[in-house]
């Protein structure tokens, strides 16, 4: 597993912006792919965007799809979301996770989560 720490967030109301990064504390060798989920409350963790480490190419939940930017800084070791139009429906707990490289896919290192909160 690989160390993620967290930051940004915050709360914002309907059309701000917000930006979270996630910084991986160790070596990023062996990292696959890293992206970012949500939880709302009462709601089961989703999807929101994820990128390849190396290659950087983005994807994206139809949801979020035009309003976050994924990216990352090789050199910082950091991961970005940027979000902007923000919703009330983008409220939630957001986690960074990371993969194996090579592995199964599945996300298996955590960040501690960060709360955005949009307000209409």
């Known amino acids: 597993q690989v160390p993620l720490v967290q930051s940004g967030g915050g709360s914002v109301k309907t059309g701000g912006s917000l930006n979270l990064s996630c910084t991986v504390y160790?070596?990023?060798?062996?990292?696959?792919?890293m992206g970012w989920f949500r939880q709302a409350p009462g709601l089961e963790r989703e999807f929101v965007a994820a990128?390849?480490?190396?290659?950087?190419?983005?994807h994206y939940a139809d949801s979020v799809k035009g309003r976050f930017t994924i990216s990352r800084d090789l050199a910082k070791k950091i991961l970005y979301l940027q979000m902007n139009n923000l919703k009330t429906e983008d409220t939630a707990v957001y986690y960074c996770?990371?993969?194996?490289?090579?592995?199964?896919?599945?996300?298996?290192?955590w960040g501690q989560g960060t709360q955005v909160t949009v307000s209409a």
């Open positions: 160790g070596s990023t060798y062996g990292i696959g792919d």
């Open positions: 990128l390849g480490w190396s290659v950087g190419t983005g």
């Open positions: 996770a990371a993969n194996r490289l090579g592995g199964n896919g599945d996300f298996g290192s």
